[in-house]
Nanobody, 113 residues
Framework: QVELVESGGGLVQAGGSLRLSCTAS???????LGWYRRAPGKRRELVAN???????NYRESLKERFIISRDDAKRAVHLQMNSLKREDTAVYFCNGIFERTYWGQGTQVTVSS
C-alpha cells in the first residue's frame, strides 16, 4: 500500500502563486504521478500528470499557468501554480498509479478576489 500526503495549499489572492507538494510512503520510480482537483459542486478533474518516463499531460485550460514536476529521489511530485484565478479554488489531490491507483487526502487551495 502507498500513502500520499499533500502540502502547500492555502489562501492566496488572485494573480498569486502556490507550490503544492506530495510525498509518497514508498518509492515512486515506477509510478505515474498526478494532480487532480475538486471544486464545489463539480466532479474531480485532472489538473496534470507526469509519467515515469517524464512525459507530461495538462488540462488544456491550465497548461499555460501550471507546471508539474517529479523528484523520485525524494519520492515527490510538485505542482507550481501561477496566475491563480478564483476558479482555481478547489481541493487538490495527489495520485499515483502503479498496478493500482492511490490517492492523497487533499489540500485546500482558496483563491480570493
Amino acid at each position: 500500500q502507498v500513502e500520499l500526503v499533500e502540502s502547500g495549499g492555502g489562501l492566496v489572492q488572485a494573480g498569486g502563486s502556490l507550490r503544492l507538494s506530495c510525498t509518497a510512503s514508498t518509492n515512486t520510480d515506477n509510478m505515474a504521478l498526478g494532480w487532480y482537483r475538486r471544486a464545489p459542486g463539480k466532479r474531480r478533474e485532472l489538473v496534470a500528470n507526469i509519467l515515469a518516463i517524464g512525459s507530461t499531460n495538462y488540462r488544456e485550460s491550465l497548461k499555460e499557468r501550471f507546471i508539474i514536476s517529479r523528484d523520485d529521489a525524494k519520492r515527490a511530485v510538485h505542482l507550481q501554480m501561477n496566475s491563480l484565478k478564483r476558479e482555481d479554488t478547489a481541493v487538490y489531490f495527489c495520485n499515483g498509479i502503479f498496478e493500482r491507483t492511490y490517492w492523497g487526502q487533499g489540500t485546500q487551495v482558496t483563491v480570493s478576489s
